[in-house]
Protein backbone atom coordinates (compact mmCIF):
# COMPACT_ATOMS: atom_id res chain seq x y z
CA UNK A 1 0.00 0.00 0.00
CA UNK A 2 1.21 3.58 -0.43
CA UNK A 3 1.87 6.06 2.38
CA UNK A 4 -1.14 8.33 1.77
CA UNK A 5 -3.44 5.32 1.82
CA UNK A 6 -1.82 3.87 5.29
CA UNK A 7 -1.89 7.39 7.06
CA UNK A 8 -5.96 7.92 6.11
CA UNK A 9 -6.61 4.02 7.14
CA UNK A 10 -4.67 4.97 10.28
CA UNK A 11 -6.08 8.48 10.99
CA UNK A 12 -9.68 7.30 9.89
CA UNK A 13 -8.75 3.92 12.59
CA UNK A 14 -8.21 6.36 15.70
CA UNK A 15 -10.95 8.87 14.89
CA UNK A 16 -13.87 6.72 13.89
CA UNK A 17 -13.39 4.87 17.61
CA UNK A 18 -13.78 8.42 19.02
CA UNK A 19 -16.58 10.71 17.03
CA UNK A 20 -20.15 10.11 16.57
CA UNK A 21 -22.69 11.53 13.75
CA UNK A 22 -25.67 13.15 14.64
CA UNK A 23 -29.04 12.37 12.83
CA UNK A 24 -30.00 13.88 9.42
CA UNK A 25 -33.20 13.93 8.25
CA UNK A 26 -36.83 15.29 9.60
CA UNK A 27 -36.40 16.48 12.91
CA UNK A 28 -38.52 14.92 15.76
CA UNK A 29 -40.75 16.90 18.21
CA UNK A 30 -38.55 19.76 19.61
CA UNK A 31 -38.06 19.46 23.16
CA UNK A 32 -37.04 22.77 25.31
CA UNK A 33 -33.95 22.29 26.65
CA UNK A 34 -34.28 20.89 30.61
CA UNK A 35 -33.32 23.48 33.88
CA UNK A 36 -30.15 22.20 35.28
CA UNK A 37 -30.25 19.13 37.34
CA UNK A 38 -28.87 19.39 40.49
CA UNK A 39 -25.56 17.67 40.66
CA UNK A 40 -25.57 14.00 41.91
CA UNK A 41 -23.79 13.91 45.48
CA UNK A 42 -22.90 10.15 44.88
CA UNK A 43 -24.46 7.20 44.70
CA UNK A 44 -24.66 3.98 46.31
CA UNK A 45 -22.72 0.48 45.41
CA UNK A 46 -24.78 -1.41 42.72
CA UNK A 47 -27.42 -3.96 44.41
CA UNK A 48 -26.38 -7.75 43.99
CA UNK A 49 -29.34 -8.46 41.97
CA UNK A 50 -30.59 -6.52 38.99
CA UNK A 51 -34.02 -4.60 39.40
CA UNK A 52 -36.06 -5.82 36.22
CA UNK A 53 -35.92 -3.15 33.73
CA UNK A 54 -39.75 -3.53 32.65
CA UNK A 55 -40.33 -2.24 35.94
CA UNK A 56 -38.38 1.00 35.63
CA UNK A 57 -39.16 1.52 31.66
CA UNK A 58 -40.67 4.74 30.37
CA UNK A 59 -41.54 3.14 26.75
CA UNK A 60 -43.09 6.66 25.53
CA UNK A 61 -39.83 8.18 26.05
CA UNK A 62 -37.66 4.76 25.14
CA UNK A 63 -39.90 3.77 22.18
CA UNK A 64 -39.61 7.69 20.83
CA UNK A 65 -35.41 7.48 21.67
CA UNK A 66 -34.91 4.51 19.14
CA UNK A 67 -36.85 5.75 16.64
CA UNK A 68 -34.96 8.97 16.10
CA UNK A 69 -31.67 7.58 15.98
CA UNK A 70 -33.15 4.77 13.41
CA UNK A 71 -35.43 5.97 11.07
CA UNK A 72 -33.06 8.43 8.78
CA UNK A 73 -29.50 8.81 7.53
CA UNK A 74 -26.59 9.46 9.73
CA UNK A 75 -24.29 11.71 8.77
CA UNK A 76 -21.00 10.64 7.40
CA UNK A 77 -19.17 12.78 10.18
CA UNK A 78 -16.77 9.73 11.89
CA UNK A 79 -13.60 10.87 9.60
CA UNK A 80 -13.62 14.38 10.35
CA UNK A 81 -10.59 16.35 12.21
CA UNK A 82 -10.84 17.49 15.34
CA UNK A 83 -8.72 19.91 15.41
CA UNK A 84 -9.12 23.57 17.24
CA UNK A 85 -10.33 25.72 14.30
CA UNK A 86 -13.11 27.83 13.65
CA UNK A 87 -13.70 27.34 9.83
CA UNK A 88 -17.21 26.23 9.17
CA UNK A 89 -17.60 22.64 9.26
CA UNK A 90 -14.81 21.74 11.71
CA UNK A 91 -14.51 21.67 15.65
CA UNK A 92 -14.49 24.52 17.81
CA UNK A 93 -13.62 23.70 21.26
CA UNK A 94 -15.37 26.18 23.82
CA UNK A 95 -14.07 25.57 26.88
CA UNK A 96 -13.35 22.31 29.04
CA UNK A 97 -13.38 21.03 32.62
CA UNK A 98 -11.78 19.12 34.97
CA UNK A 99 -13.65 16.07 36.30
CA UNK A 100 -14.02 15.11 40.02
CA UNK A 101 -16.85 12.52 40.67
CA UNK A 102 -19.76 14.24 39.61
CA UNK A 103 -18.44 18.06 39.99
CA UNK A 104 -16.77 19.37 36.67
CA UNK A 105 -14.76 22.77 37.94
CA UNK A 106 -10.93 24.80 36.37
CA UNK A 107 -12.96 25.32 32.93
CA UNK A 108 -9.96 26.19 30.63
CA UNK A 109 -11.53 28.93 28.38
CA UNK A 110 -9.97 28.75 24.41
CA UNK A 111 -10.12 31.77 22.05
CA UNK A 112 -12.90 31.73 20.43
CA UNK A 113 -14.24 33.70 17.47
CA UNK A 114 -17.06 36.54 18.56
CA UNK A 115 -20.06 34.31 16.92
CA UNK A 116 -19.13 31.70 19.71
CA UNK A 117 -18.76 33.63 22.90
CA UNK A 118 -22.31 33.51 24.36
CA UNK A 119 -21.87 29.71 23.73
CA UNK A 120 -18.85 29.82 25.56
CA UNK A 121 -20.25 31.37 28.51
CA UNK A 122 -23.44 29.95 28.96
CA UNK A 123 -21.95 28.09 31.90
CA UNK A 124 -25.65 27.15 33.22
CA UNK A 125 -25.97 24.99 29.63
CA UNK A 126 -22.70 23.64 29.96
CA UNK A 127 -23.91 22.41 33.92
CA UNK A 128 -27.42 21.43 32.81
CA UNK A 129 -25.71 18.88 29.78
CA UNK A 130 -22.66 17.59 32.30
CA UNK A 131 -25.76 17.00 35.03
CA UNK A 132 -28.00 15.52 32.65
CA UNK A 133 -25.22 12.73 31.44
CA UNK A 134 -24.31 12.27 35.39
CA UNK A 135 -28.01 11.73 35.95
CA UNK A 136 -28.20 8.92 33.27
CA UNK A 137 -24.85 6.90 34.07
CA UNK A 138 -23.98 6.33 38.02
CA UNK A 139 -20.64 7.89 38.98
CA UNK A 140 -19.31 4.06 40.27
CA UNK A 141 -19.48 3.26 36.07
CA UNK A 142 -17.59 6.17 34.39
CA UNK A 143 -14.47 6.28 36.84
CA UNK A 144 -12.03 7.16 33.91
CA UNK A 145 -13.74 9.83 32.76
CA UNK A 146 -11.34 13.12 33.68
CA UNK A 147 -12.26 15.70 31.23
CA UNK A 148 -15.60 17.29 30.18
CA UNK A 149 -15.24 19.93 27.11
CA UNK A 150 -18.09 22.13 25.19
CA UNK A 151 -17.26 22.24 21.70
CA UNK A 152 -18.67 22.94 17.80
CA UNK A 153 -18.79 22.31 14.70
CA UNK A 154 -22.28 23.78 13.63
CA UNK A 155 -25.46 22.22 13.36
CA UNK A 156 -26.11 18.64 12.42
CA UNK A 157 -22.73 16.96 12.28
CA UNK A 158 -20.64 15.36 15.34
CA UNK A 159 -23.12 15.53 18.59
CA UNK A 160 -20.46 14.17 21.00
CA UNK A 161 -17.14 12.06 21.21
CA UNK A 162 -14.52 10.48 23.62
CA UNK A 163 -10.90 10.72 23.51
CA UNK A 164 -7.78 9.97 25.76
CA UNK A 165 -6.40 12.52 27.58
CA UNK A 166 -3.19 14.60 26.67
CA UNK A 167 -1.97 13.69 29.50
CA UNK A 168 -2.89 10.49 30.67
CA UNK A 169 -4.01 7.51 28.10
CA UNK A 170 -5.99 6.04 31.25
CA UNK A 171 -8.09 8.81 31.49
CA UNK A 172 -10.52 10.04 29.03
CA UNK A 173 -12.61 13.11 28.36
CA UNK A 174 -16.11 13.73 26.98
CA UNK A 175 -17.11 16.53 24.72
CA UNK A 176 -20.33 17.75 23.72
CA UNK A 177 -21.26 20.05 20.75
CA UNK A 178 -24.01 22.14 21.80
CA UNK A 179 -25.08 22.81 18.87
CA UNK A 180 -27.20 19.97 18.52
CA UNK A 181 -28.36 19.27 22.31
CA UNK A 182 -31.65 20.66 22.06
CA UNK A 183 -33.07 17.51 20.91
CA UNK A 184 -33.16 14.96 24.00
CA UNK A 185 -34.30 11.94 21.88
CA UNK A 186 -31.03 11.78 20.01
CA UNK A 187 -28.84 13.52 23.00
CA UNK A 188 -29.86 10.61 25.11
CA UNK A 189 -29.08 7.85 23.12
CA UNK A 190 -25.21 9.34 22.11
CA UNK A 191 -24.29 10.38 25.45
CA UNK A 192 -25.17 6.53 26.01
CA UNK A 193 -23.25 5.67 23.08
CA UNK A 194 -20.60 7.45 24.02
CA UNK A 195 -20.51 5.66 27.24
CA UNK A 196 -20.31 2.51 25.41
CA UNK A 197 -16.41 4.10 23.86
CA UNK A 198 -15.64 4.84 27.77
CA UNK A 199 -16.25 1.21 29.35
CA UNK A 200 -15.38 -0.76 26.04
CA UNK A 201 -12.27 0.87 25.43
CA UNK A 202 -11.20 1.29 29.50
CA UNK A 203 -7.90 0.21 30.53
CA UNK A 204 -9.10 -2.99 32.35
CA UNK A 205 -10.53 -3.74 28.58
CA UNK A 206 -8.04 -2.43 26.44
CA UNK A 207 -4.60 -1.73 27.63
CA UNK A 208 -3.51 1.68 26.21
CA UNK A 209 -0.61 1.20 24.01
CA UNK A 210 2.05 3.78 25.82
CA UNK A 211 4.27 3.60 22.61
CA UNK A 212 1.33 4.85 20.50
CA UNK A 213 0.08 7.49 22.92
CA UNK A 214 3.81 9.14 23.11
CA UNK A 215 4.01 8.92 19.21
CA UNK A 216 0.86 9.45 17.60
CA UNK A 217 2.05 10.31 14.30
CA UNK A 218 4.67 7.47 14.18
CA UNK A 219 2.64 4.66 11.84
CA UNK A 220 5.29 2.19 11.73
CA UNK A 221 5.07 1.83 15.78
CA UNK A 222 1.10 1.86 15.19
CA UNK A 223 1.61 -1.04 12.65
CA UNK A 224 4.12 -2.95 15.06
CA UNK A 225 1.84 -2.71 17.87
CA UNK A 226 -1.17 -3.45 15.73
CA UNK A 227 0.65 -6.58 14.44
CA UNK A 228 1.72 -7.83 17.60
CA UNK A 229 -1.57 -7.86 18.98
CA UNK A 230 -3.17 -11.30 18.54
CA UNK A 231 -6.95 -9.98 19.98
CA UNK A 232 -8.47 -6.94 17.97
CA UNK A 233 -6.83 -3.90 18.22
CA UNK A 234 -9.54 -1.12 18.06
CA UNK A 235 -6.56 1.37 17.83
CA UNK A 236 -5.63 2.36 21.17
CA UNK A 237 -4.18 -0.40 22.53
CA UNK A 238 -4.68 -4.55 22.23
CA UNK A 239 -7.79 -5.79 23.77
CA UNK A 240 -7.43 -8.22 26.93
CA UNK A 241 -9.22 -11.83 25.79
CA UNK A 242 -11.94 -11.68 28.26
CA UNK A 243 -12.72 -8.24 27.34
CA UNK A 244 -16.39 -6.98 26.20
CA UNK A 245 -14.87 -5.57 22.70
CA UNK A 246 -12.36 -8.53 21.99
CA UNK A 247 -15.62 -11.21 22.70
CA UNK A 248 -18.18 -8.85 20.49
CA UNK A 249 -15.08 -8.72 17.33
CA UNK A 250 -14.75 -12.80 17.24
CA UNK A 251 -18.26 -12.73 16.91
CA UNK A 252 -19.05 -10.66 14.59
CA UNK A 253 -16.31 -8.66 12.85
CA UNK A 254 -14.20 -11.81 12.35
CA UNK A 255 -15.71 -13.02 9.06
CA UNK A 256 -15.83 -9.45 7.84
CA UNK A 257 -13.05 -7.62 9.23
CA UNK A 258 -10.69 -8.20 6.19
CA UNK A 259 -13.21 -6.90 3.71
CA UNK A 260 -14.20 -3.53 5.64
CA UNK A 261 -10.16 -3.35 6.19
CA UNK A 262 -9.44 -2.93 2.44
CA UNK A 263 -12.07 0.13 2.52
CA UNK A 264 -10.82 1.40 4.98
CA UNK A 265 -7.10 1.80 2.85
CA UNK A 266 -9.17 3.75 0.24
CA UNK A 267 -7.38 7.10 0.24
CA UNK A 268 -10.08 9.04 -1.89
CA UNK A 269 -12.62 9.96 0.39
CA UNK A 270 -15.37 9.75 -1.67
CA UNK A 271 -14.37 6.56 -3.20
CA UNK A 272 -14.33 5.38 0.32
CA UNK A 273 -17.74 5.88 1.60
CA UNK A 274 -18.86 4.71 -1.62
CA UNK A 275 -17.67 1.30 -0.26
CA UNK A 276 -17.67 2.36 3.21
CA UNK A 277 -22.44 2.45 1.89
CA UNK A 278 -21.74 -0.75 -0.35
CA UNK A 279 -20.74 -2.71 2.62
CA UNK A 280 -23.08 -1.90 4.28
CA UNK A 281 -25.95 -2.39 1.86
CA UNK A 282 -24.36 -6.04 1.71
CA UNK A 283 -24.20 -6.61 5.34
CA UNK A 284 -27.17 -4.41 6.20
CA UNK A 285 -28.92 -7.27 8.36
CA UNK A 286 -25.71 -7.59 10.69
CA UNK A 287 -25.76 -3.79 11.68
CA UNK A 288 -28.66 -1.85 14.02
CA UNK A 289 -27.53 1.21 12.12
CA UNK A 290 -25.72 2.33 8.86
CA UNK A 291 -23.01 4.06 11.28
CA UNK A 292 -22.20 0.36 12.70
CA UNK A 293 -20.44 -0.18 9.87
CA UNK A 294 -18.11 2.31 10.33
CA UNK A 295 -15.71 0.37 13.13
CA UNK A 296 -16.24 -2.32 14.92
CA UNK A 297 -16.28 -0.18 17.91
CA UNK A 298 -19.12 2.02 16.59
CA UNK A 299 -20.71 -1.34 16.23
CA UNK A 300 -20.81 -2.44 19.88
CA UNK A 301 -21.21 1.35 20.81
CA UNK A 302 -24.59 1.55 18.74
CA UNK A 303 -25.70 -1.87 20.12
CA UNK A 304 -25.20 -1.06 23.17
CA UNK A 305 -27.29 2.26 22.97
CA UNK A 306 -30.13 -0.65 22.26
CA UNK A 307 -29.50 -2.51 24.54
CA UNK A 308 -30.01 -0.06 27.08
CA UNK A 309 -33.48 1.75 25.38
CA UNK A 310 -35.07 -0.91 23.37
CA UNK A 311 -36.96 -4.22 23.96
CA UNK A 312 -34.87 -7.31 24.52
CA UNK A 313 -35.25 -9.12 21.08
CA UNK A 314 -37.08 -11.99 20.53
CA UNK A 315 -35.63 -12.81 16.49
CA UNK A 316 -31.93 -14.45 15.59
CA UNK A 317 -30.34 -12.17 13.03
CA UNK A 318 -27.17 -11.19 13.74
CA UNK A 319 -28.64 -7.15 14.22
CA UNK A 320 -30.24 -8.55 17.11
CA UNK A 321 -27.83 -11.18 18.44
CA UNK A 322 -25.99 -8.02 19.06
CA UNK A 323 -28.54 -6.43 21.21
CA UNK A 324 -28.46 -9.96 23.05
CA UNK A 325 -24.97 -10.10 23.92
CA UNK A 326 -24.77 -7.91 26.34
CA UNK A 327 -27.82 -9.76 28.35
CA UNK A 328 -24.83 -12.14 28.88
CA UNK A 329 -23.72 -9.61 31.44
CA UNK A 330 -24.99 -9.79 34.79
CA UNK A 331 -23.03 -6.13 35.52
CA UNK A 332 -24.51 -4.78 32.10
CA UNK A 333 -28.00 -5.93 32.87
CA UNK A 334 -28.07 -4.14 36.09
CA UNK A 335 -26.48 -0.69 34.50
CA UNK A 336 -29.32 -0.92 32.10
CA UNK A 337 -31.42 -1.26 34.82
CA UNK A 338 -29.66 1.63 36.79
CA UNK A 339 -29.78 4.17 33.26
CA UNK A 340 -33.73 3.48 32.69
CA UNK A 341 -34.59 4.11 35.98
CA UNK A 342 -32.19 7.22 35.83
CA UNK A 343 -33.72 8.48 32.17
CA UNK A 344 -37.18 7.81 33.29
CA UNK A 345 -36.34 10.18 36.23
CA UNK A 346 -34.75 12.68 34.77
CA UNK A 347 -35.93 12.89 30.85
CA UNK A 348 -37.27 16.51 30.24
CA UNK A 349 -40.88 16.48 29.84
Known amino acids: MNSLKLIFALSALLVSTLACATLLGEESTPETAPAPIPAQPGFDPPPTAAVPAEALSCPAITEQIIGVNTSVELANAFAKDFSNTSDDGETTYLVTYRVSGNTISDPAYEDVPPDLQDEQADTAAHQALWNYFTALVPL ?3 PTLAEFSIMTDGEENVLAAVAQTYEDPNRWG ?33 PPSLAIFNNPDDNDIYLDE ?101 YRYPELVQLRSEILANLCAHFPQ
Do not use: M
Not at 237 to 265: K, R, V
Open 140 to 142: QYR
Open 226 to 326: ASACLNFFPGEGCANTDSYINAFYNEFWAGIHDEWNEINLIADEDEYYDALDAFYQKYEDQFLTDYSATHPAEDIAEAFGFFIFAEQPTGNTLAEQKILFF
Open 174 to 206: LEVDIADTSDYYYLSFTLVHEYAHLFTLAPDQV
